[in-house]
T-cell receptor, first 112, second 112 residues
Framework: SQTIHQWPATLVQPVGSPLSLECTVE??????LYWYRQAAGRGLQLLFY??????ISSEVPQNLSASRPQDRQFILSSKKLLLSDSGFYLC???????????FGPGTRLTVL | QKEVEQNSGPLSVPEGAIASLNCTYS??????FFWYRQYSGKSPELIMF????GDKEDGRFTAQLNKASQYVSLLIRDSQPSDSATYLC????????????FGKGITLSVRP
């Protein structure tokens, strides 16, 4: 069976500090991978998606970046965090042509 | 611009009642539709997906799709307090590399 992991679970960072969030998927190969952000009381915002190693598509211009160094690893990064980067960051993967997505447990980021 | 609209909430129903959650979508090309449940502070969990017109039942949940009218609904029979959560509707094209378009969600409260 497939499993998706994210870490850390929670993070408190000062403005201007760097960020690295990691997502890994087990039990499947060549998944499509997604990063979303959910701000408090708001909907899901797609940030990045990847259909393969080294292939990243950005949905929203911002100070975040993503990388996919391995087939089942997806990393979200920032060089300098902004207050507006606070939110719940979710990684997801798809495993079929119907595109049902399965989410990881998320990382709650607070930027102070 | 693809949009998924969910009727404004919150929705409150008594325990044991049928909860009806509705969703409309603007893109007639959408082929797959998903319902996610999100408990407060947790990540979304896929509970139903449907791609054919008509009804699809899974336990106490029934998803209904009407492509002519461009709406999707989720019925929850015998609602329980544990069903209290935010429900997200999403649509997608079928086929690899398609993205999901999410609605903003509706919060359901089941009162004992």
């Amino acid at each position: 069976s497939q499993t998706i992991h994210q870490w850390p679970a929670t993070l408190v960072q000062p403005v201007g500090s760097p960020l690295s969030l990691e997502c890994t998927v087990e039990g499947t190969s060549n998944p499509n991978l997604y990063w979303y952000r959910q701000a408090a009381g708001r909907g899901l915002q797609l940030l990045f998606y990847s259909v393969g190693i080294g292939q990243i598509s950005s949905e929203v211009p911002q100070n975040l970046s993503a990388s996919r160094p391995q087939d089942r690893q997806f990393i979200l990064s920032s060089k300098k965090l902004l207050l507006s980067d606070s939110g719940f960051y979710l990684c997801a993967y798809t495993r079929s042509a119907y595109n049902e997505q399965f989410f990881g447990p998320g990382t709650r980021l607070t930027v102070l | 611009q693809k949009e998924v609209e969910q009727n404004s909430g919150p929705l409150s129903v008594p325990e044991g009642a049928i909860a009806s959650l509705n969703c409309t979508y603007s893109d007639r090309g959408s082929q797959s539709f998903f319902w996610y449940r999100q408990y407060s502070g947790k990540s979304p969990e896929l509970i139903m997906f449907i791609y054919s017109n008509g009804d699809k039942e899974d336990g106490r949940f029934t998803a209904q799709l009407n492509k002519a009218s461009q709406y999707v609904s989720l019925l929850i029979r015998d609602s329980q307090p544990s069903d209290s959560a935010t429900y997200l509707c999403a649509s997608s094209y079928t086929g690899a590399n398609s993205k999901l378009t999410f609605g903003k969600g509706i919060t359901l409260s089941v009162r004992p």
